[in-house]
């Protein structure tokens, strides 16, 4: 049967055929008789592969029925594969054979785990699928709790891990909040996000459960901070946040206002420049430190979104509050963006030389936004030759969007320098013009900006013709 399985499985059905036609039809000399050879062992080949998918079907289905649903199952089922008596196992574990049948059989409630771990160890039986059926039988929060943390340190699946946290959530006897709590923190040591999420998602369902608000506000916030950077789902992310806000008042203050910043952020990202002003103006007026670096960020993304809504002296308003801050990055955001309203205020020529002077020496952060500004200025001043120059800094801007701190916005802010780029092209080089339009396209594809995929697509599509 093996043979056959081997046979079958590689069996070229063109190749095959086309050689056996060689070998076994030489003299046929019309085209039909040749082709009714094909088919025939075309269709031999076909009926055999039928059959085999059928087989190893039956296979498979033979194999998830069989899986062992109990601990004695699972030892034994290990026992017998291994062809190993439970005399033998006696022998080998040290423990009388009656015990073990006892364990087989599931007369022994709770067996000792280190006497479960020596036989696993004999019958080389994965850690993992031991502690997923010992768990099922039922122990003390302090034990399935140590049974988590081995697990969060081995690094098991995530199916595991979350298994036995809701065991030990099921502990009878314990106090919800006690358990919760325990468990959360817990969390604070885990480092893959899918855990996390998966462990947040249970704290959330739990707490609705038993009516604990402060933990439902706290499940979400965490995972809304975890699924906020998937650029790729910014929509979907922000709407999580805005439910989040819901249970806002069960949350400390500075989770509070760091939720506030990110939705901020968030929003701005989005261009939702109202939601922005308004969750920026939440931390304004509710940070308790006077001279806090989040009321510095709040004043400059309220100074940004003015910006883009075209409201410059609100914008020049938020930015003198804004250099009042002595953190080290104010004195170099505030030169770009007085350069910046320079161009605003219809004064090209003077925000062009301030943008210029600025980009010698620009922080590796802001090198994206600076050359995307000032090729605009360039392509409105026809200044072609110079705004062809910039196109020497997208090495960099590529580099400084390796930065932690990279924002949506600032993606989407690289997507348009290719925008920009191609139009400088549109007339003499509609190649390269494309070339720059699918970099903008697939930048814009990164951050789910469908809105913006298509608009270009279509301004890309209306000029090209």
Known sequence: MELFYDTVHTFNVRDYSKAQLDAWAPRAEQEGERAKIFNFLKGVVEYRWFIYCIIKEGEVMRTVAAKPTTLGDLIKNYRQRNKISLAKLQELVGIDKSSLSRIENGEVKRPDFKIIQSIAAVLDIPSDEVIELYIDIGHKSDVTYSFLQKALVARSNESLITKIASKFLEAPNEDSLDLIEKLYQAIGAVEETSIQLSL????????????????IAKGLYKKYIIERNDFSKLNETYQLGKYTLVYANFLSNQEQINLYYCLGIHAYSLMCMNDSKQYMQFIIENDDIAEGEFKAHA???????????????????????????SFPYIED???????????????????????????????????????????????RKSDFHSAKMLLNYEKQMVKSLQDKRTTPFKRAKFAYFYVLASRLFQNEDKEKAFGYYTQSILEYAQIGLADSFIRISTDFYGYVR
């Open 200 to 215: 947040y998602s249970l704290i959330i369902d739990y707490s609705r459960a038993h009516g604990i608000m402060p933990y």
């Open 299 to 325: 004043f400059f993304s309220l100074c940004n979104s003015s910006y883009y809504a075209g409201e410059y002296e609100n914008c020049k308003t938020y930015l003198a509050e804004y250099s009042k801050y």
């Open 333 to 379: 955001n505030v030169k770009f963006m007085t350069a910046c309203l320079k161009g605003k205020s219809g004064n090209l020529d003077v925000a062009i030389s301030q943008l210029e002077s600025y980009l010698k020496d620009a922080s590796e952060y802001n090198i994206v936004f600076a050359v995307t500004e000032l090729l605009d200025l360039y392509i």
